[in-house]
């Protein structure tokens, strides 16, 4: 064998050998690329669902803000209504002290003008008694 034949054949068990690995290669290449652009797909659809995700949620944050507004503009209208029951309340107390005062004052009038009938009473009866022993002293003289 000359040295030329050699280097051929050596060349050729070598390609024999290296071609099937690089094909394992180019094939394993092409799939990582190729898994590559199902991978970046897939990314995009992911974001995409990301965003209406995150839109949707955005929506429903809105929502809930509103809803919280709401609660908190009743909330705001029962303090006010109990604000105004609270001062109608001591209003009404303040009549009730009023009135409570007054049939007080007209009891005492009464215990007053009560005592006071009493006392015309028997003045009535020392004037009856009185009149009583007149004309017993009258009826004695006799015209």
Not at 15 to 27: E, K, M, Q, R, Y
Not at 38 to 53: I, P, R, W
Not at 104 to 116: Q, R
């Amino acid at each position: 064998m000359t040295l030329k034949f050699k280097h051929t054949a050596l060349a050729v068990a070598v390609a024999c050998t290296s071609v099937p690995a690089l094909a394992d290669i180019n094939i394993n290449g092409f799939a990582s690329v190729g898994g590559g652009f199902y991978s970046a797909s897939d990314t995009v659809l992911a974001m995409n669902s990301a965003k209406e995700q995150s839109l949707a949620t955005e929506q429903q944050a809105v929502e809930t803000g509103d809803a919280l507004n709401q609660i908190k503009s009743k909330i705001e209208d029962v303090n006010g209504m109990s604000l105004t029951i609270a001062s109608a309340t001591e209003e009404q107390s303040i009549v009730v002290n009023s009135v409570s005062e007054i049939i007080n004052s007209m009891y005492d009038s009464a215990e007053t003008t009560d005592s006071a009938f009493k006392k015309v009473a028997a003045v009535a009866d020392d004037l009856l008694s009185t009149s009583k022993s007149l004309n017993d002293a009258t009826s004695q003289f006799k015209l």
